[in-house]
Structure formats: structure tokens, C-alpha cells
């Protein structure tokens, strides 16, 4: 029997799910606003053909839900060990685990965001519509699955349509990054204490840092891992796993007292720098990017480098004359250098350093080596240089596009195209080359000859230890 009930203000209603949350034999039912973002559950029914507003309960307001709605207890259960509710808002996956008494009570859930999409985000915006839940491959593991629908350039006016699924495993005793992000109001990790095992690719290592400490990152989120017996045993780009005790440190969430339980070659994925401002450092909103390996582009710097042996802060302003603290450590080879007279660009790890609670300031930049401010040491020559790669063109392509470069001290030489999540998709240049300029052309397909999707991809040159990435948009 057809019947029709809507929320005040609600003009459509794009996904929703069914379950029975608090396991007392009656489903709820989640369902989320296209138009005003809100999510909603409807519980304590007694005729279903006979809803009205005392059914209907307002859990979140204007948090751009509504795109997809699935339930299943994916990450085993921590908390009720019964299903959990995953949706998608506008650049993030949600995960909405029931801790309460009471499925109408917003206080009822611990929420965490499994994925923040930071490039689109930086771009408009991206959704990602959730299309399944379980162990689709059998392996005992429950992977979610969401379609990204696209992204809109607010600035020139583009729309990338649907390019691919994601899939997000979770894996037993293995515990996403997000989770060790959540913080109570003073910025101090709700987990604190607690044992966990966590996966992701290695982005510092080496004693870059200095006090035995490794970052890693998910395709998510990114964390400081602190113990002398990883530290010591693994490198830049190898996939591993780590145990050890939430923690954090001046604001800083870290994984203590950790030991290495596997490492490994990566197997799905790799580690390109997210290419943000420097408001992207600012009071609060740092907190969303720290542990991640981040890009600053075209910046400038008054200040003078730290002597050799000595750390210290440098104030750097992007071309919005925003600014932020890039900190260089006293490990790496950055420390005794002159500082750059022109533009730069700075590559490096997103931390904080905040001494009073609550912990929502001191965010910083900390590059890991001359070769993350496009700086080099010459070979035929002792001074520092730059490689040059530039724009694209054109960009946005559609069949075909090119790419100038030019190479200042010979050397190996790659040049190398990814995916929006870090996937390799084509690789233009692996070879030693002769100092000077060089052209490559890319028809948009893959190294097995496969046209790709339409949407963001990063093209990144390294020669010499001097590296630098650019973004391109394909439109098809």
C-alpha cells in the first residue's frame, strides 16, 4: 500500500537503510537529506503505513548526507557488536557506531570518519555513493564499497563526471587510522591507552625526524608511530603494520611503545602529497591533516634556515598571503642552508606542536629533506638547483596532452602518473637523462593500453632526489 510521509524541509531523500540497531526486534530506519544534509532515523513504529513526526528523529543537521546508506558490523564490533551505519556525505565516508541506549539520541553513536577526500575536497567537493557492505571476496574481511559520482571546480566551471569504486577493507585487529583521530573537546584522542594494531605506507623513516620516529598513512588519515624497533627496520614506501599504545604528545596523536608486527612492498597503493595552502595549517583545521604527508606550492620566506645541528621554525606565506610554520629539524640535511630567495615549493609532514590544553593550535609543515623543497645538490657544480616541471597542456584533455620538463644535473630520471588515490597509472619517463629541457605526451592510457576514467590525476618527476608533482584533469 502506497504511503507517503515527509520531514519538514526535506526536499529529497537520496539513500537509506534499515536495522534493527539496538537488537530489540524492531528495525530502525536511517535515511539522510539531499537538500538541507540532515540524517534522520525513524523508530518506535507501531503501524508503518501511519508515520508522523513522533516517528521521525533528527540525529545530525547540515552535515551533507544523503548519498547512500548501508549497515553491516564491517570492523567486527567494538561497541554494541551489532551493525553499524555507514553513509556518505559530500567528501567523506561515515561510520556511525551504536554505544547508547537510545536509537533516537544523537549522543547514542560514536561517529568517525573512515574517509575524508582532502584533494577533492580542495576542488568542491566530491561524493561518494555506498553501493555494498561485506565480505564480498570471502576472505573473512569486510570490505565497503562506494562509487565516486564526481567533483565540481568551483573556480573554472568543470564537472568530472564517475571515475571508480572505492574499496575499503577492514581487516580483523587491524584498526583504521580515523578511529586513533577521534578527540574528546580539549584535542586529546579518545583511545588514549588503549592497544591497537594500525596499517598504512611509510612517509618518514631514517632518523629523518630524529627520537626514533616513523609516520605512516592509510588512504585516509595519517599517524606518528614512536619506537626505536620500527624505526630501525623499515623505509620510505614500504606497506607495514605496527602494534602499540594511543598516545599523544603536545596535541600530537602517536602510536607508542609500538613494535613492527609485518612490512612489505605496497600492494594497492602509494603515497603522493596532498597539494593544500597554508590555511590549511590554521588553528582547528590543522587537525584534519596532521600526520599526512602534504604540498605547499609557489610560498616565500623572509626568515634565515636554522644553524647546522639546530632546529628552528620558518614563517612561510603562500601566493593568498596566508601563512604557516614550517619547522626543520636538526636530522635532516635542511638545517645550515640558506634559505630560498625566490618561490618554492614545500613538500612535507603535517604535525603539531602545542604545549596547553586544549590542543587545537601549533600545526606545522616539516619537510624531510632539501629534496622536499625542490632543492638539490649539483653534481657538476656545488650549489643548490632546481628541476623545473611544468603545467600540462592542455589541462583539461581529453584524448591527449603534454608535459615540458627540464632536468639541471644529469641523473635517473623518472616521470610517473597516478590516480587521485595514489595508484600508479602510467610511467612516461624511467631512464638516466642529460642535463636540459624534455617533452613527454600522454594519451590517457594505462600501462596495459586501457583508455582511463575521466578525473584528477598527478603526474610527479623525480631526478636526482628532487621531485615535484603537478595535477591534471581528464574530461572524456
Not at 635532516?332 to 625566490?342: E, K, Q, V, Y
Amino acid at each position: 500500500t502506497p504511503y507517503a510521509y515527509s520531514p519538514a524541509d526535506e526536499v529529497a531523500i537520496k539513500g537509506g537503510v534499515a536495522c534493527d540497531i539496538d537488537g530489540d526486534g524492531a528495525d530502525e530506519f536511517f535515511f539522510g537529506g539531499y537538500v538541507t544534509g540532515n540524517v534522520w532515523v525513524i523508530d518506535g513504529v507501531t503501524d508503518a503505513l501511519a508515520l508522523d513526526s513522533s516517528n521521525v528523529h533528527l540525529l545530525a543537521e547540515g552535515i551533507g548526507a544523503g548519498y547512500g546508506f548501508t549497515a553491516g558490523d564491517l570492523d567486527h564490533g567494538t561497541g554494541s557488536d551489532g551493525p553499524d551505519i555507514y553513509f556518505s556525505t559530500w567528501g567523506t565516508i561515515q561510520d556511525w557506531e551504536y554505544t547508547g541506549t537510545d536509537p533516537t539520541d544523537p549522543a547514542s553513536y560514536t561517529k568517525y570518519e573512515i574517509y575524508y577526500d582532502r584533494i577533492i575536497g580542495s576542488v568542491g567537493g566530491g561524493a561518494n555513493q555506498i553501493v555494498a557492505a561485506g565480505d564480498l571476496d570471502g576472505d573473512g574481511n569486510n570490505e565497503l564499497v562506494a562509487g565516486y559520482q564526481g567533483v565540481v571546480d568551483t573556480v573554472n566551471g568543470y564537472y568530472y563526471p564517475p571515475q571508480y569504486l572505492r574499496v575499503i577493507e577492514f581487516t580483523p585487529d587491524i584498526m583504521p587510522i580515523c578511529y586513533l583521530k577521534e578527540n574528546d573537546e580539549n584535542g586529546s584522542p579518545v583511545l588514549i591507552g588503549n592497544e591497537v594494531t594500525i596499517k598504512g605506507i611509510v612517509t618518514v623513516a631514517d632518523e629523518v625526524f630524529g627520537n626514533s620516529t616513523v609516520y605512516l598513512q592509510d588512504q585516509g588519515w595519517g599517524m606518528c608511530v614512536y619506537a626505536t624497533a620500527v624505526e630501525g627496520a623499515v623505509n620510505i614506501g614500504d606497506e607495514i603494520v605496527v602494534t602499540g599504545i594511543v598516545d599523544f604528545y603536545n596535541g600530537l596523536t602517536e602510536l607508542a611503545s609500538a613494535t613492527l608486527v609485518s612490512s612489505g612492498a605496497p600492494t594497492l597503493w602509494s603515497v603522493i602529497p596532498i597539494v593544500k595552502g597554508c590555511a590549511s595549517l590554521a588553528d582547528t583545521v590543522g587537525e584534519t591533516y596532521e600526520g599526512l604527508l602534504v604540498e605547499i606550492d609557489s610560498v616565500t620566506t623572509e626568515d634565515l634556515f636554522p644553524a647546522e645541528g639546530s632546529n628552528g621554525a620558518v614563517n612561510i606565506v603562500d601566493t593568498l598571503d596566508d601563512t604557516a610554520t614550517m619547522y626543520i629539524k636538526k636530522y635532516t640535511n635542511i638545517d645550515g642552508t640558506d634559505a630560498p630567495t625566490g618561490r618554492f615549493n614545500v613538500i612535507g609532514i603535517a604535525s603539531q606542536y602545542d604545549g596547553t590544553s586544549p590542543y587545537w593550535e601549533g600545526y606545522q609543515i616539516m619537510p624531510r629533506s632539501l629534496a622536499d623543497l625542490g632543492i638539490g645538490v649539483g653534481v657538476d657544480e656545488d650549489h643548490t638547483s632546481i628541476t623545473l616541471l611544468s603545467q600540462n597542456v592542455p589541462n583539461p584533455f581529453n584524448t591527449r596532452t603534454t608535459i615540458e620538463f627540464s632536468i639541471v644535473n644529469p641523473g635517473y630520471t623518472s616521470l610517473k602518473i597516478y590516480s587521485i588515490n595514489g595508484r600508479l597509472v602510467k610511467t612516461l619517463v624511467n631512464d638516466y637523462m642529460e642535463k636540459g629541457p624534455y617533452t613527454r605526451t600522454w594519451d590517457g592510457r594505462d600501462e596495459n593500453g586501457q583508455t582511463v576514467a575521466s578525473g584528477i590525476y598527478f603526474y610527479r618527476l623525480e631526478s636526482g632526489g628532487i621531485y615535484r608533482t603537478n595535477k591534471m584533469v581528464i574530461t572524456r
